[in-house]
């Protein structure tokens, strides 16, 4: 068996156990509102949010391709390989972190923050036009636009239902959110199996097992999908606690009004744009506007403010101990 191969294979099960924690980690994107309102029960909950992130790893060709090729540059070869790698457990380790403590933060900027920590340690080409265009601006807009349409959504709802009784509009909604938590699952995994597949594509062309970074065999949609999907059943109980119950009290058209924006938002970047938004931000500003609708007071401002600096550390935390690993791993990839 070859380095090149080797080293591949380590990469590709790296990627793999990200994909699993990512799943677990980011169970709460599609899910902790409907489990919170009781529009689900926790494991048939689960269950939709693996199937749909299963069905939308499938539709995030894109997103892939931006992870894959419009990130770092890197040549052909064992010791690109070792970026990678050192990138991708500086993710497992920030994600692993703040699963610990409850954070919602983005699975999706630990990637990216570990991957370009990993790729600077090396002196490596990061293609910052690409992290600018296609990573931070949509980092900064998606959570402004998910806190402003859930204001706006929430404000609709409540206008047109202003008359309706509110024991059949909690129970009419109940049944709402099991579409909206199902559209927001198959969102999920359009965004985030996309980023997996993407790393497993830089590892194959980097390896020199195929000629780019943009074509995507089908196994490694398949196998990117299915361990999203296990990890999403897994289930990750402290996050969801910490988005259907901690920032602030949802009833059934609360739930609906934010998982129907957060979802909207997670289609338009990765079908029309092709950027790799965190749908952790995207939900948990959804949520907080739909929440303001009530009042400011409604809304638990600590528990955001701790959740808003986990998204701020992120990058660069991720960064680091992608670069940190970096040196660690580099004499088994020379």
Do not use: C
């Amino acid at each position: 068996m070859s380095a090149e191969l080797i080293a591949v294979l380590a990469v590709i099960t790296v990627a793999m156990v990200f994909d699993y924690t990512n799943g677990f980690h980011d169970a709460a994107n599609a899910i902790a509102t409907s489990i919170s309102t009781r529009a689900l029960t926790p494991r048939v909950a689960l269950l939709m949010a693996a199937v749909g992130n299963f069905v939308g790893a499938h539709f995030g060709a894109e997103v892939a391709k931006t992870v894959g090729s419009g990130l770092v540059e890197l040549p052909a070869g064992v010791s690109s390989l070792g970026i990678v790698f050192a990138g991708v457990v500086g993710a497992i380790t920030w994600n692993l972190i703040t699963w610990y403590f409850g954070l919602p933060s983005s699975s999706s900027h630990a990637l990216i923050g570990g991957l370009v920590g990993a790729t600077i340690a090396a002196s490596g080409t990061v293609l910052w036009s690409g992290i600018a265009g296609d990573v931070v601006i949509p980092m900064v807009l998606s959570p402004m636009v998910g806190f402003v349409l859930g204001f706006l959504v929430m404000l609709a709802v409540q206008w047109i239902f202003r008359n309706g009784q509110p024991g059949k509009l909690n129970r009419g909604f109940r049944i709402a959110q099991s579409i909206s938590a199902a559209a927001m699952s198959v969102g999920h995994g359009m965004q985030d199996a996309a980023k997996t597949i993407g790393i497993v594509v830089l590892a194959l062309f980097v390896g020199g097992f195929q000629s780019d970074a943009e074509t995507i065999p089908e196994w490694v949609f398949w196998t990117s999908a299915t361990v999203l999907a296990l990890g999403t059943y897994a289930g990750g109980w402290r996050i969801i606690r910490t988005l259907g119950r901690k920032i602030i009290d949802l009833r059934p058209p609360e739930g609906f009004a934010a998982e129907t924006v957060a979802s909207s938002v997670l289609y338009f970047n990765a079908l029309v744009l092709g950027a790799p938004i965190s749908t952790t931000h995207t939900i948990t500003s959804a949520i907080m506007g739909v929440g303001v609708t009530k009042r400011l007071s409604a809304v638990r401002w600590n528990v955001a403010g701790n959740i808003v600096g986990a998204w701020i550390l992120t990058f660069p935390a991720a960064g680091t101990i992608g670069a940190l690993m970096y040196f660690a791993v580099r004499p088994l990839f020379s």
